[in-house]
């Protein structure tokens, strides 16, 4: 199904390259018969375009380095990795092990016994900190430190049959 997906969006993505090059071979050169009032407009609008790129880029980067990822906030930490394997069932989770130590990377090791699972760890306040997905035949590196002691809890974050609410697992982290 993939090599034939793959075959298929390399001809479509073809015929939309050969639609630009056909435009672009076909249309003249701009002229330049642009009335005053329709120069100040595009003035402004390139002012405007620059405005708003200098407003939002570095807002946008700013946010991103927020993402709940792990990637980011993996090399912050010191001491030893704590390696926790995790697994996915319909509809549980098991860890071997389920206690940390702030201020110590974790490094969780995420896999499925059956179908695909989202393994997503909340703070107290049920905000996300970290997340991966648990599948099957495959195991995900998530590298997350704890930097607060607490109970910490996994639920799964992706639908996975009846009782996939009760996906629910805690963690502890304890002050270093
Ligand atoms: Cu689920």
Request: glycine share 8%; hydrophobic share 40%; charged share 15%.
């Amino acid at each position: 199904m993939q090599p034939i997906a793959w075959q298929l969006s390399l001809l479509l993505m073809t015929l939309v390259a050969f639609g630009f090059a056909f435009v672009a071979i076909n249309s003249g050169r701009r002229q330049d018969d642009y009335a005053p009032l329709q120069k100040r407009a595009y003035r402004l609008r390139t002012r405007l375009f620059w405005g708003l790129v200098l407003v939002f880029g570095p807002a946008m980067i700013y946010t991103l380095t927020d993402l709940p990822y792990g990637a980011a906030r993996a090399r912050t930490g010191s001491g030893p990795v704590q390696v926790i394997d995790a697994t996915g069932y319909q509809w549980r989770w098991e860890l071997s092990q389920d206690h940390v130590t702030a201020g110590q990377p974790v490094e969780f090791r995420v896999t499925s016994a059956d179908v695909n699972h989202g393994f997503g760890i909340y703070d107290a306040n049920l905000h996300l900190v970290a997340q991966t997905q648990g599948m099957p035949g495959y195991t995900n590196t998530l590298r997350h430190t704890f930097e607060e002691p607490g109970t910490y809890r996994i639920l799964c974050m992706e639908y996975c049959g009846v009782a996939h609410h009760n996906m629910m697992t805690e963690i502890r982290v304890d002050a270093r």
